[in-house]
């Protein structure tokens, strides 16, 4: 198995097949690789907040699906533990969006990861930036 085909089947079967909230909120995984992720998403009726915009927490979680798969694609089970976002633009009902995770720097056990969150027009609506620490469980044991 190739680097990829591992982080594509840890991010596919191990972890979006049980991931009830990632499912919830309709995430399409467009693609994955070493410390990478891109992922899409349509902006739904409950997904908005009392002025009829996304509620913040939804972008906040798609980032973080995105973040969390691209960090634990290396193979080692990761762990948030710093996190932060800057909404750009509002979002609302119907909008298609993209997340796209993409490892900063990585060491024996942090990794620190930045997606940016985009409409279909490219237009960036939300920038994340996360930081894992990185146990010595693997997703896939060694035989």
């Known amino acids: 198995m190739t680097a990829k085909e591992k982080a594509q089947h840890i991010v596919q079967q191990q972890m979006y097949d ?16 070493e410390g ?15 002025m009829g915009a996304a509620h913040g927490g939804i972008t906040f979680s798609f980032a973080d699906s995105a973040f969390a798969f691209a960090s634990n694609s290396h193979g080692r089970k990761s762990v948030s533990v710093e996190t932060s976002i800057s909404h750009t633009v509002a979002l609302q009902r119907g909008d298609v969006i993209f997340a796209e995770a993409k490892l900063q720097h990585l060491s024996r056990k942090i990794g620190v990861y930045q997606v940016a969150v985009t409409k279909a027009d490219a237009q960036v609506v ?7 620490y990185r146990t010595s469980k693997e997703w896939i044991p060694e035989s």
Do not use: C, H, P
């Open 126 to 132: 939300a920038l994340f930036k996360g930081t894992v």
């Open 18 to 33: 049980n991931d009830a909230f990632s499912q919830w909120l309709g995430i399409e995984i467009l693609e994955v690789d």
């Open 36 to 50: 990478y992720s891109k992922l899409k998403m349509t902006i739904r009726k409950e997904m908005t907040n009392g």
